[in-house]
């Protein structure tokens, strides 16, 4: 078995594509996934499995949409990705709440967008993932999932440092 972090995208969000954790480990332990957790609301999954990162996607995927009735986006790293992730971060984190990471279900063709008028914020798009930080917060932001899907032809979906972090402390935590 191993282990990976899986992210949601769109779920929970201003009351639409509404999954209560609960029913969601449920319907996670159903499909034959093992320890699985999740963490807040909004599509944080740890969990283990003898699938490949393509069929744990597509198994959940195909589970919400069966089970819920609607598409939800799946990404799904490794532990070690997910290190690998937090270690590379190119920016200064002086401040959590202006720190995040954007996931991507696969490595764009190109690597480099523009994006206009995002004042101090930067981003850096590695592989599969795109480091940002938003210097006035995220509210304000320019840079989000959308542009990115848009500009990059990917699905995306980020995650603060906090939520990060404490995804990385979880999947470690052997105490299931």
């Known amino acids: 078995m191993k282990k990976y972090i899986v992210l949601l995208r769109g779920i929970n969000v201003s009351g639409k594509n509404k999954i209560p954790m609960v029913d969601l480990r449920r319907l996670l332990t159903a499909l034959k996934f093992q320890k699985v957790q999740t963490y807040i609301q909004s599509g944080n999954i740890i969990l283990e499995a003898n699938l490949n990162r393509n069929d744990i996607c597509d198994t959940i995927k195909i589970g919400i949409k069966e089970k819920f009735g ?56 590695d592989g599969d993932l795109i480091y940002v930080y938003c210097s006035n917060g995220f509210g304000k932001s320019k840079i989000n999932n959308n542009i990115f899907e848009k500009k990059l032809k990917v699905t995306a979906t980020t995650r603060n440092l906090r939520t990060t972090l404490k995804l990385l402390q979880i999947a470690e935590d052997e105490v299931l």
């Open 70 to 125: 609607f598409d939800v986006p799946v990404i799904a790293k490794t532990i070690s990705e997910w290190k690998k992730a937090i270690a590379n971060y190119p920016f200064a984190i002086e401040n959590e709440k202006i720190v995040a990471f954007t996931f991507l279900d696969r490595t764009p063709e190109i690597n480099e967008i523009e994006i206009k008028n995002i004042g101090e914020d930067q981003f850096k798009i």
